[in-house]
C-alpha cells in the first residue's frame, strides 16, 4: 500500500449523539500524524457529487458537545449503481484521497465494503448508531445519549402516569433491535418492554392488565417489536381495559437530538483516533469498535452478517425486577 498522504471522513446514515466528536477526533489525529484531511458533506452522496471540504483544526473547534453531524448525512439510492460509485471514485481519486474513516451503522460499511473491494481504497469505520446493535462492540456512538434521553423522558412521563392511575404506551426506536427498550425498562422501572428478540408477549402483557395489583403501568414499546407499534398495541389493548385509562407516546426522533453524554464523547474520541492509527497501520474494511473497555478491530463483512445477542441475563434482569 503507498503511504498516505491524505484521508477523508464522513458520517452516514441515521444521525447520532456523538458524531461530532468523532469527526474531531479523526481531523486532529489525523493532523497530529501530519495527514491531509477532508470532510465530505452529506455522506456517499455528498461523495458522488464533490461535496468535498478541507478540514483544519480549528474546523472542528467547540463542536465536542454538539448533537447531530457538522457534516450532515443523507441517503443514497445513486451510491448503490456501480455508475454512482464510479462517480464516488472519480471525486475521491481528484481529491487525492488516500483512505476513508465513514462513522455509520452496518448499511454505511456495507456500501464502504463493497466500494473497497471495486476500488483499490482503504475503508476504516467506526459505530454510530443509537440502536447499539453492531456486531463486534460493546457500545455504539450515540446509544447512551439517547439512553439517556428515553429515561428522562420516561421518568416524567411516570409522575402522570401515577398522579391519573393511567397506563401508558411508550414508543422507543428500535426498528430491529431492542436495547434502548430494554435497558430503558431496567432504568426506569417499567412494567413491561416488548422488544423484537422475545416472542410471544401477548399472552404477557394480557397478563399484567388484568392485574388488579397493578394501578398504573409503563410499557415500553420498540418500534420493530412483535406486536406492533404504541398506538396499534393501545388500540387493541384499550379497548378490552378501558379502566387503565390507555395514553400513548411516541418519543421519535427526540432520541436522536440533543448534546452527546459524557461517556459518548468519550467513545467517539477514542474510537476516532484509533480508526486513524488503523489507517496508518495498512488496515482495511474493518470496523474498530470497543469491547470489553479495549479497542478491537472487527471486519466488515463480520459486522454486517453477524447478529448482536440481547443477552439472556439483561433480559432475566427485567423479567425479575418488572414484577
Same mark, same amino acid.
Given at each position: 500500500?503507498?503511504?498516505?498522504?491524505? *484521508?477523508?471522513?464522513?458520517?452516514?446514515? +441515521?444521525?447520532?449523539?456523538?458524531?461530532?466528536?468523532? #469527526?474531531?477526533?479523526? #481531523?486532529?489525529?489525523?493532523?497530529?500524524?501530519? !495527514?491531509?484531511?477532508?470532510?465530505?458533506?452529506?455522506?456517499?452522496?455528498?461523495?458522488?457529487?464533490?461535496?468535498?471540504?478541507?478540514?483544519?483544526?480549528?474546523?472542528?473547534?467547540? *463542536? *465536542?458537545?454538539?448533537?447531530?453531524?457538522?457534516?450532515?448525512? &443523507?441517503?443514497?439510492?445513486?451510491?448503490?449503481?456501480?455508475?454512482?460509485?464510479? /462517480?464516488? %471514485?472519480?471525486?475521491?481519486?481528484?481529491? /487525492?484521497?488516500? &483512505?476513508?474513516?465513514?462513522?455509520?451503522?452496518?448499511?454505511? $460499511?456495507?456500501?464502504?465494503?463493497? %466500494?473497497?473491494?471495486?476500488?483499490?481504497?482503504? $475503508?476504516?469505520?467506526?459505530?454510530?448508531?443509537?440502536?447499539?446493535?453492531?456486531?463486534?462492540?460493546?457500545?455504539?456512538?450515540?446509544?447512551?445519549?439517547?439512553?439517556?434521553?428515553? #429515561?428522562?423522558?420516561?421518568?416524567?412521563?411516570?409522575?402522570?402516569? $401515577?398522579?391519573?392511575?393511567?397506563?401508558?404506551?411508550?414508543?422507543?426506536?428500535?426498528?430491529?433491535?431492542?436495547?434502548?427498550?430494554?435497558? &430503558?425498562?431496567?432504568?426506569?422501572?417499567?412494567?413491561?418492554?416488548?422488544?423484537?428478540?422475545?416472542?410471544?408477549?401477548?399472552?404477557?402483557?394480557?397478563?399484567? !392488565?388484568?392485574?388488579?395489583?397493578?394501578?398504573?403501568?409503563?410499557?415500553?414499546?420498540?418500534?420493530?417489536?412483535?406486536?406492533?407499534?404504541?398506538?396499534?398495541?393501545? /388500540?387493541?389493548?384499550? =379497548?378490552?381495559? =378501558?379502566?387503565? +385509562?390507555?395514553?400513548?407516546?411516541?418519543?421519535?426522533?427526540?432520541?436522536?437530538?440533543?448534546?452527546?453524554?459524557?461517556?459518548?464523547?468519550?467513545?467517539?474520541?477514542?474510537?476516532?483516533?484509533?480508526?486513524?492509527? &488503523?489507517?496508518?497501520?495498512?488496515?482495511?474494511?474493518?470496523?474498530?469498535?470497543? /469491547?470489553?473497555?479495549?479497542?478491537?478491530?472487527?471486519?466488515?463483512?463480520?459486522? *454486517?452478517?453477524?447478529?448482536?445477542?440481547?443477552?439472556?441475563? !439483561?433480559?432475566?434482569?427485567?423479567?425479575?425486577?418488572?414484577?
Amino acid at each position: 500500500m503507498a503511504k498516505i498522504k491524505k *484521508i477523508a471522513v464522513f458520517t452516514s446514515g +441515521g444521525d447520532a449523539p456523538g458524531m461530532n466528536a468523532a #469527526v474531531r477526533a479523526v #481531523v486532529r489525529t489525523a493532523l497530529a500524524h501530519k !495527514l491531509d484531511v477532508m470532510g465530505i458533506n452529506r455522506g456517499y452522496q455528498g461523495m458522488i457529487e464533490d461535496d468535498f471540504v478541507k478540514m483544519k483544526s480549528k474546523s472542528v473547534r467547540n *463542536i *465536542i458537545q454538539r448533537g447531530g453531524t457538522i457534516l450532515r448525512t &443523507a441517503r443514497s439510492e445513486e451510491f448503490r449503481t456501480p455508475e454512482g460509485r464510479k /462517480k464516488a %471514485f472519480d471525486n475521491l481519486k481528484k481529491h /487525492k484521497i488516500d &483512505a476513508v474513516v465513514v462513522i455509520g451503522g452496518d448499511g454505511s $460499511f456495507k456500501g464502504a465494503g463493497i %466500494f473497497s473491494q471495486e476500488y483499490d481504497i482503504p $475503508f476504516v469505520g467506526m459505530p454510530g448508531t443509537i440502536d447499539n446493535d453492531m456486531f463486534g462492540t460493546d457500545y455504539t456512538i450515540g446509544f447512551d445519549t439517547a439512553l439517556n434521553t428515553v #429515561v428522562e423522558a420516561i421518568d416524567k412521563i411516570k409522575d402522570t402516569a $401515577f398522579s391519573h392511575d393511567r397506563t401508558f404506551f411508550i414508543e422507543v426506536m428500535g426498528r430491529d433491535a431492542g436495547f434502548i427498550a430494554l435497558k &430503558a425498562g431496567i432504568a426506569t422501572g417499567a412494567e413491561m418492554v416488548l422488544i423484537p428478540e422475545v416472542e410471544g408477549q401477548e399472552k404477557q402483557l394480557e397478563e399484567l !392488565l388484568q392485574s388488579s395489583e397493578k394501578s398504573s403501568n409503563i410499557i415500553i414499546v420498540a418500534e420493530g417489536n412483535n406486536i406492533g407499534g404504541a398506538h396499534e398495541v393501545a /388500540k387493541n389493548f384499550g =379497548k378490552k381495559y =378501558k379502566d387503565h +385509562g390507555v395514553r400513548v407516546n411516541v418519543l421519535g426522533h427526540m432520541q436522536r437530538g440533543g448534546s452527546p453524554s459524557a461517556f459518548d464523547r468519550f467513545l467517539a474520541s477514542r474510537l476516532g483516533v484509533a480508526a486513524v492509527d &488503523a489507517i496508518i497501520d495498512n488496515q482495511r474494511s474493518i470496523m474498530v469498535g470497543y /469491547k470489553n473497555h479495549e479497542i478491537v478491530h472487527v471486519p466488515f463483512n463480520k459486522t *454486517i452478517k453477524g447478529k448482536r445477542d440481547i443477552g439472556e441475563e !439483561l433480559l432475566r434482569v427485567n423479567d425479575i425486577l418488572a414484577k
